[in-house]
């Protein structure tokens, strides 16, 4: 056993918990593979840093991006960390296919820890640290535009929010390099995950990396919902707020309500383990089902977190390119609420073998399947916006066809596992796994990249490759039903998630696909990267200046592509829903203004980022023992936040003539494009000002 190394400043850290020291010492693949990947971590800062330097944008990634409060940058640096953060657990896995496809009555190339943690890297990073981000940077983006206000509530809260939630992918990252992760699974249940079974720092990693995020999602929520709340512009009543806009306000507020447990029930598993607390041991008082109620009281919520968000952009996907007003919006916002507050009924079928009575498990059987009648509704009034309506198959359009049909099928099978008995029959299958993935990849992924097609064009002035948007379209589709369809013939043929080896050979076929199926989707993943290379490179050829390349329907079309700093000159007033769509067609939607004022704007600030690098320090510290500088991290905080209360000079100015010049640059460059009609739209020749056609 080797000793801690200077056990006053490092804590319990020893020579071995580096992983390229273990893959020195221990030269299996399993430890090549760790160490390879705390080596790419590494690489990658260092390139990155590079990058900068020889560039010279350390102070343009500064005073631009990493010190602003402009929602959009703000929004946009969430959706990077998305990705950065999908890649990382895409890459696991596809390892943990390839190891069931090969251990087949063989122990395979990863040790039974290794691919332990390996689940649970890739469950906490998908729901945490990829999901809420994209979700959450999404509506930073688009909410404040949708709403024709000039900025979210709370800016700075806002910047605080993101480097809370980078903070926690950053300990994610870190357990790569140093220590090992969490072997307890994305949910964390003690007490595999006490002191007592789990002595080592990777349930610490998991605590307070998933904490930060928790906070940062919490915070998120509240200025979202307040956003929505309070700076809707003139005119902007709830029963006109597009459909994203009401998904986003279910979603805050589920944030608001759903994030608090799953912050008590890791700060309690904290107490156990560091202070020897009893809230969930087996002895002295304690109870593991206060954590599995406390888990999945946030748990379940989480799901139509993640989804409800998506829900609004078919909305506006369907809607749009089907060029036809969204059908029965009245009835998909009373089924997104519905989806709200039944969310919160459902939580314990998660734990329907858990031995609670038959009649508890009946009354929560009775609510799953209930959930699933507003989530009807809303897929027949999509299809319902869709029927006679002229169709243009775009990328986003085909994500949201994929997710409907696939959707679907995940819907039935969430019926038959709402069946207290099947549940007990399916319940630690793979047939489960299917199903949670057949959920959330339509779900959401198809969702949140949809998204990314149909605004990306708002947000950086030039449209996505749409070659490479399908094929990457393809792979995903044509990978998931490879990679999970297997999955619910191996579960109800018996075989157990979370299995790193395999003892029955009659399941070798079923892996093969399953295996080949998780490749396809790395491919989809990388048909994304080379399609952002690619638009990037041909940019000039898809400008949409104009800001208006797809004949959008809501507020945020009408500005240009990228939007000002102050996202509207004048503040929009708003008379029917879909004000902008129905302005184009019986009025002129780009008269300048008679008179420019000028406008305020928050001024940047550094204390968000430092919140962020002290949460971090602080988390660090924390799982290590390094108590010097957690208590370091701490004071961090504290001075952050004091110094932030001193501050009064919050706002700045643009002038009345730079507001003008700009505007008048971009009313310039409309007037100068061509009205482009649909079968143009993709084109060179759509500059972003698109034929508004009598509907």
Not at 116 to 128: D, E, R
Not at 217 to 241: D, E, V, W
Not at 544 to 553: F, L, S, Y
Request: aromatic share 14%.
């Amino acid at each position: 056993m080797s000793a801690p190394v200077l056990p006053i400043l490092l804590g319990r850290f020893e020579w071995t918990d580096l992983s390229f020291v273990r893959a020195w010492e221990n030269p299996t693949i399993s430890e090549i593979i760790g160490a390879g990947a705390g080596g790419l971590v590494i690489v990658g800062a260092l390139a990155v840093a590079g990058l900068l330097t020889v560039t010279g944008r350390w102070r343009w990634l500064w005073t631009e991006w990493l010190t602003s409060l402009d929602h959009k940058k703000i929004g946009i640096m969430y959706v990077v960390l998305a990705f950065v953060m999908l890649t990382r657990a895409l890459i696991e896995a596809v390892l943990m296919r390839m190891q069931q496809a090969v251990a087949i009555g063989h122990p395979g190339f990863l040790s039974n820890d290794h691919f332990a943690q390996l689940f649970s890297t890739h469950g906490s990073i998908m729901i945490f640290f990829m999901a809420m981000p994209f979700l959450t940077g999404l509506m930073n983006y688009v909410l404040p535009l949708q709403l024709g206000a000039r900025d979210v509530a709370y800016p700075w809260a806002n910047s605080v929010g993101l480097a809370l939630t980078a903070a926690g992918a950053g300990l994610m990252m870190a357990s790569l390099v140093i220590g090992q992760f969490s072997t307890g699974g994305w949910s964390g249940y003690p007490p595999y995950t006490g002191l007592a079974f789990s002595p080592d720092v990777g349930p610490d990693y998991w605590i307070w990396a998933v904490s930060l995020g928790s906070f940062g999602s919490t915070i998120a929520g509240i200025n979202i919902a307040c956003t929505i709340y309070k700076r809707r512009c003139p005119g902007m009543t709830f029963m006109r707020l597009p459909m994203f806009c009401w998904t986003s306000l279910c979603t805050a507020i589920l944030m608001i309500f759903a994030m608090p447990p799953l912050t008590v029930a890791t700060a309690l598993l904290a107490l156990d383990r560091y202070l020897g607390f009893h809230f969930f041991t087996n002895d002295l008082g304690g109870n593991v089902m206060n954590f599995a109620n406390l888990f999945w009281l946030f748990g379940h919520p989480e799901v139509y977190i993640v989804i409800l968000p998506a829900f609004g952009v078919y909305s506006e996907v369907v809607s749009t390119f089907s060029t036809k007003s969204l059908y029965g919006y009245t009835s998909l916002v009373i089924a997104t609420m519905a989806i709200a507050v039944l969310s919160f009924t459902v939580w314990v079928h998660h734990f329907f073998t858990m031995g609670q009575s038959a009649n508890i498990n009946a009354v929560f059987g009775i609510a799953t399947m209930t959930i699933g009648i507003p989530t009807g509704v809303k897929i027949y009034d999509w299809i319902w916006t869709m029927f006679r309506g002229e169709v243009r198959f775009t990328v986003p359009t085909l994500y949201s066809l994929a997710f409907m049909m696939t959707f679907v099928i995940g819907g039935i099978t969430g019926i038959v596992l709402a069946i207290p008995p099947l549940d007990y029959v399916f319940h630690n299958t793979l047939f489960l796994v299917a199903h949670f993935h057949n959920m959330l990849i339509p779900g959401t992924l198809y969702g949140m990249l949809a998204a990314y097609h149909y605004w990306f064009p708002k947000a950086f002035g030039f449209r996505l490759d749409e070659r490479w948007g399908r094929r990457a379209f393809a792979c995903w589709v044509g990978g998931f039903y490879l990679a999970f369809m297997p999955l619910y013939v191996l579960g109800a043929s018996g075989m157990v998630r979370r299995t790193a080896e395999i003892f029955e050979p009659d399941f070798r076929p079923w892996l093969y696909v399953a295996c080949g199926g998780a490749c396809v989707l790395l491919a989809a993943l990388g048909s994304l990267f080379v399609q952002l290379w690619v638009s990037i490179r041909d940019r000039e050829t898809t400008r949409v200046t104009a800001g208006d390349p797809w004949d959008g329907r809501t507020l945020e079309w009408s500005t240009s592509a990228p939007p000002p700093e102050y996202n509207f000159a004048v503040l929009p007033t708003v008379v029917r829903r879909d004000e902008f769509y129905e302005g184009k067609r019986d009025a002129n939607p780009y008269a300048p203004p008679a008179c420019y004022a000028s406008i305020e704007v928050p001024r940047g600030s550094a204390l968000g980022p430092v919140i962020g690098l002290a949460a971090a320090s602080c988390g660090f510290g924390l799982v290590w023992h390094m108590w010097w500088l957690a208590t370091l991290g701490l004071v961090g905080i504290a001075a952050a936040l004091i110094t932030r209360s001193f501050v009064r000079d919050t706002m700045r100015a643009i002038p009345a003539a730079e507001v003008e010049a700009v505007e008048r640059r971009w009313l310039t460059a409309v007037h100068e494009h061509r009205p482009i009609s649909r079968e143009l739209e993709q084109t060179p020749a759509n500059r972003g000002l698109a034929e508004a056609v009598p509907t």
